[in-house]
T-cell receptor, first 111, second 112 residues
Framework: KAGVTQTPRYLIKTRGQQVTLSCSPISGHRSVSWYQQTPGQGLQFLFEYFSETQRNKGNFPGRFSGRQFSNSRSEMNVSTLELGDSALYLC??????????FGPGTRLTVL | QQQVKQSPQSLIVQKGGISIINCAYENTAFDYFPWYQQFPGKGPALLIAIRPDVSEKKEGRFTISFNKSAKQFSLHIMDSQPGDSATYFCAATKESQGNLIFGKGTKLSVKP
């Protein structure tokens, strides 16, 4: 079974731009969760989608948004990028939200 | 109430020794407690997980001990190997919520 894939793996943007990251979950998994990982704050939950609906949301500003498609693939978008948005963005795939399997992440650098 | 506190921040163990990492949680509604292992440049990999109906779970060299009354759980790595050198994260959540609350991580270094 193929694992979780994330594209792109690396991204460099400048302040004020927007970015879209993509996640393809494990086949058959209906839940996709997104996390931000930074050296200072560690792993922080952004949001979770289950069957195309946002089921849970973390404590991030509205500039962070996401969506899930009917094939369970998910995208997250960050608008008006700030320097502090530089991080590793991880998505995790799960059957129903509990046992989560992570992808390799997208390394976002904001200049 | 959503915090998970993990200690120590870093740990150095000799090859063959036992590595012990501890976590404490506050929210009594949590009922799923996984441990993840992360190597540099990789995403976290699910190592082992426990639910509060058991006090211990063992998979190979990895054991989780769970103390519901103290709201604490720990990871024991027996016969630690240099290949175990990685950062370990504990987490907690309520089943099917989709939002893991992570500890800050423990960087384990196993010396040959």
């Amino acid at each position: 079974k193929a694992g979780v894939t994330q594209t792109p793996r690396y991204l460099i943007k400048t302040r004020g731009q927007q970015v879209t990251l993509s996640c393809s979950p494990i086949s058959g998994h209906r839940s996709v969760s997104w996390y931000q990982q930074t050296p200072g704050q560690g792993l922080q939950f952004l949001f979770e989608y289950f069957s195309e609906t946002q089921r849970n949301k973390g404590n991030f500003p509205g500039r962070f948004s996401g969506r899930q498609f009917s094939n369970s693939r998910s995208e997250m978008n960050v608008s008006t990028l700030e320097l502090g948005d530089s991080a590793l963005y991880l998505c995790a795939s799960s059957l129903e939200g509990t046992e989560q399997f992570f992808g390799p992440g997208t390394r976002l650098t904001v200049l | 109430q959503q915090q998970v506190k993990q200690s120590p921040q870093s740990l150095i163990v000799q090859k063959g020794g036992i590595s012990i990492i501890n976590c404490a949680y506050e929210n009594t509604a949590f009922d799923y407690f996984p441990w993840y292992q992360q190597f540099p440049g990789k995403g976290p990999a699910l190592l082992i997980a426990i639910r509060p109906d058991v006090s211990e779970k063992k998979e190979g060299r990895f054991t989780i001990s769970f103390n519901k009354s103290a709201k604490q759980f720990s990871l024991h790595i027996m016969d630690s190997q240099p290949g175990d050198s990685a950062t370990y994260f504990c987490a907690a959540t309520k089943e099917s919520q989709g939002n893991l609350i992570f500890g800050k991580g423990t960087k384990l270094s196993v010396k040959p």
